[in-house]
């Protein structure tokens, strides 16, 4: 499985943008994506996730602002961050992991497979 992100980059706060993830290689049906960011000097910390069923969690302290959604045909992971804020910058990653349980402390067990990250940055 690969996946690759895109559609990082630097925004004032206030903005928006929308990460995408692309996945190749993925033969389970059974899975759960999503999105996992870490500052400088920080731990990561997930942000949302989606099953394969299209159910979503997010991590508390970003619901309303960022909206994640896949598209199970061409294997595309999402996420819509609106009203950036500073504290948003980060280094965001996608990851997909295989069976049914999602939520965004999944990431943190098993083997999930990784992307290589994309740069989200909301100067102050």
């Known amino acids: 499985v690969q996946l690759v992100e895109s559609g990082g980059g630097s925004v004032q706060a206030g903005g928006s943008l929308r990460l995408s993830c692309v996945g190749s290689?993925?033969?389970?049906?059974?899975?759960?994506m999503g999105w996992v960011r870490q500052a400088p000097g920080k731990e990561r910390e997930g942000v949302a996730v989606?099953?394969?069923?299209?159910?979503?969690d997010y991590s508390d302290s970003l619901k309303g602002r960022f909206t994640i959604s896949r598209d199970n045909v061409n294997n595309t992971l999402n996420l819509q961050m609106n009203s950036l804020k500073p504290e948003d910058t980060a280094m965001y990653y996608c990851?997909?992991?295989?069976?049914?349980?999602?939520?965004?402390?999944?990431?943190?067990?098993?083997?999930?497979?990784w992307g290589q990250g994309t740069q989200v940055t909301v100067p102050t």
């Open positions: 990851f997909l992991r295989s069976g049914s349980w999602c939520s965004p402390l999944t990431w943190k067990f098993g083997t999930p497979y």
């Open positions: 290689g993925v033969t389970s049906s059974t899975n759960c």
């Open positions: 989606i099953g394969y069923d299209g159910i979503t």
